[in-house]
T-cell receptor, first 114, second 120 residues
Framework: DAKTTQPPSMDCAEGRAANLPCNHSTISGNEYVYWYRQIHSQGPQYIIH???NNETNEMASLIITEDRKSSTLILPHATLRDTAVYYC???????????????FGKGTKLSVKP | GAGVSQSPSNKVTEKGKDVELRCDPI?????LYWYRQSLGQGLEFLIY????????KSGLPSDRFSAERTGGSVSTLTIQRTQQEDSAVYLC???FGGGGGGVSSYNEQFFGPGTRLTVL
């Protein structure tokens, strides 16, 4: 799987949008971009994924650049409960065996402040 | 419905003892993964099950680590002769898929709360 690069930490004011960047310059054509987050003392939680089109769900939006070398996860109205480590992961779409496991980097520690 | 559950939530053991960690995946999920997370570190893949078979054991750090899955459901991770460096949170995840062949929709992994293992 391609490597990803994320800033180690970010702050965001409560109620404002949190924009978390991720670089994946070596991503392959058949690799998706996935985002998970891990709130303190909990297991990781899936947020969203995409291939090349922008995606939105009830939790967040994912903006992928046209060349697919970077993406941004957007939490439109961050709350204190969004404080967590956010992981950007790239992985092939069709998987089996070892390709199914997720390769986590160090992620971005997002701190939402009142 | 119920999510992935793990037991015990916390385990403290003495160096050299064996421990067993249990994972109950979401019903119907055929794929099961074990990861571990050492203090301040990211998640490290250990082993993957598709049904009762483990096609990928490449992440197991040593032969003291083993895992099995029975009935396509519950999985047990066993660590023999525990060492202090085994101290970590052990996380289990499950998903619908994992089979190969063709482009498939992404099968989200659902994680359990983890077992915090402390080896004294």
């Amino acid at each position: 799987d391609a490597k990803t690069t994320q800033p180690p930490s970010m702050d965001c004011a409560e109620g404002r949008a949190a924009n978390l960047p991720c670089n994946h310059s070596t991503i392959s054509g058949n690799e998706y971009v996935y985002w998970y987050r891990q709130i303190h003392s909990q297991g990781p939680q899936y947020i969203i994924h995409g291939l090349k089109n922008n995606e939105t769900n009830e939790m967040a939006s994912l903006i992928i650049t046209e060349d697919r070398k970077s993406s941004t996860l957007i939490l439109p109205h961050a709350t204190l409960r969004d404080t967590a480590v956010y992981y950007c992961i790239v992985r092939v779409a069709n998987y089996g065996g070892s390709q199914g496991n997720l390769i986590f980097g160090k992620g971005t520690k997002l701190s939402v402040k009142p | 419905g119920a999510g992935v559950s793990q037991s015990p939530s916390n385990k403290v053991t003495e160096k050299g003892k064996d421990v067993e960690l249990r994972c109950d995946p979401i019903s119907g999920h055929t794929a099961l993964y074990w990861y571990r997370q050492s203090l301040g570190q990211g998640l490290e893949f250990l082993i993957y099950f598709q049904g009762n078979s483990a096609p990928d054991k490449s992440g197991l750090p040593s032969d003291r680590f083993s895992a099995e899955r029975t009935g396509g459901s519950v999985s047990t991770l066993t660590i023999q002769r525990t060492q202090q460096e085994d101290s970590a949170v052990y996380l289990c995840a499950s998903s619908f898929g994992g089979g190969g062949g063709g482009v498939s929709s992404y099968n989200e992994q659902f994680f359990g709360p983890g077992t915090r293992l402390t080896v004294l």
